[in-house]
């Protein structure tokens, strides 16, 4: 059985310029979290979705958006990039549900220069 | 703030120790205690969870002792090798209402073991 799956795995990007990352939960999973782990730290939470609903948001400003499709494929957006916005994003992938396992994805990293 | 706080931030054992992280928290709602493995340039693993109805919880190599009363969880990996040098992560979560399945994250401690 696939993984999670993410894309691109890396990428390079100017200040100011936008970003989308895209990931692909495991088969059946209907919940998508994105988290942002910097160099030396755990991750952070960004989002959560569930059911292509929005379930939780973590402290990030509003230039982060994501979405969650109907095959529960999510994409995470990322506007007017700061060189602060360089890290390693990790999609993580669950049932949502009370005694599920959340697995990670291997991540893509964004470079901002 | 810091939900779940992990030390120590580095280890260094030898090829056979036995190498112990620990964590604690403050949320007692919390109710779910993963621990990740995490290489360079790669996602976080899921290594092995455990749940407050136990103290203790065994997987091969490692194990994870849980204290309630204390809040505090820690991960022991048994005759150490090589292999086992990576980052690890501990992680707690919720397992009801609006938060389920968001993780808080330690701030992880870098493992190297000397052959």
């Known amino acids: 059985d696939a993984g999670v799956t993410q894309s691109p795995t890396h990428l390079i990007k100017t200040r100011g310029q936008q970003v989308t990352l895209r990931c692909s939960p495991i088969?059946?999973?209907?919940?998508v979290s994105w988290y942002q782990q910097v160099l030396g730290q755990g991750p952070q939470f960004i989002f959560q979705?569930?059911?292509?609903?929005?379930?939780g948001r973590g402290n990030f400003p509003d230039r982060f958006s994501a979405r969650q499709f109907p095959n529960y494929s999510s994409e995470l957006n990322v506007n007017a990039l700061l060189l602060g916005d360089s890290a390693l994003y990790l999609c993580?992938?669950?049932?949502?549900?009370?005694?599920?396992?959340?697995?990670f994805g291997e991540g893509s990293w964004l470079t901002v220069v | 703030q810091q939900q779940v706080k992990q030390s120590p931030q580095s280890l260094i054992v030898q090829k056979g120790g036995i190498p112990i992280i620990n964590c604690a928290y403050e949320?007692?709602?919390?109710?779910?205690f993963p621990w990740y493995q995490q290489f360079p340039g790669k996602g976080p693993a899921l290594l092995i969870a455990?749940?407050?109805?136990?103290s203790e919880k065994k997987e091969g190599r490692f194990t994870i002792s849980f204290n309630k009363s204390a809040k505090q969880f820690s991960l022991h990996i048994m005759d150490s090798q090589p292999g086992d040098s990576a980052t690890y992560f501990c992680?707690?979560?919720?397992?009801?209402?609006?938060?389920?399945?968001?993780?808080?994250f330690g701030r992880g401690t870098q493992l190297t073991v000397w052959p």
């Open positions: 949320n007692t709602a919390f109710d779910y």
């Open positions: 993580a992938s669950g049932t949502g549900k009370t005694g599920n396992t959340i697995y």
């Open positions: 979705y569930y059911e292509k609903e929005e379930r």
């Open positions: 455990i749940r407050p109805d136990v």
């Open positions: 992680a707690a979560s919720m397992e009801r209402g609006s938060t389920l399945g968001r993780l808080y």
């Open positions: 088969s059946g999973h209907k919940s």
